[in-house]
């Protein structure tokens, strides 16, 4: 395998390590936002945002994650069968049924970017009366779709070069 491939890979790996565990930590900023939510309304006074800053906070931990997931394996995947075969045999089917995540996450980015751009050019607000701006939201979102596409090309050079017996 050329060099550049297998530094495309670890570059993306580790990348992809970095972001997703910075990512989990979301989910102490998701159980922060919420048990304000539930101080503040014990006292009378529930906050506006809390509601959608959780969601924001969970979407942001979902997709930063989303190849770090990729990367340990964690991905669902219909294991009926594929458990069962060999390693040569998973790579095989995999650099087959790697195009299909490809487009996906294709269509997904450009359609991404396209919502990004557009609220990015007419300052788009939430509908909802906190009305924060959706664009930074929309940012981490194509962020972290091209990460798992990035990831998806990294496992097909994986896949490749296991067929061709060289680890990685």
Known sequence: MPKALIGFVRFVEALNYRVGRMAMYLLFVLAGVLLWSIIAKAFGRPPLWTQEMAQFTMVSYFVLGGAYSLQLGANVRMDLLYGRWSVLKQAAVDCVTVFAMLF????????????????????????????????????????????????SIAYLIRDIATLRGVKI
Do not use: H, N
């Open 104 to 151: 996906f996450l294709g269509v997904v980015l450009y359609g991404g970017l396209d919502s990004t751009l557009y609220a990015l050019d007419i300052g788009e607000r939430s509908r909802t009366v906190w009305r924060p701006y959706m664009a930074p939201i929309k940012i981490i979102i194509c962020f972290g779709t091209f990460l798992m596409l990035l990831q």
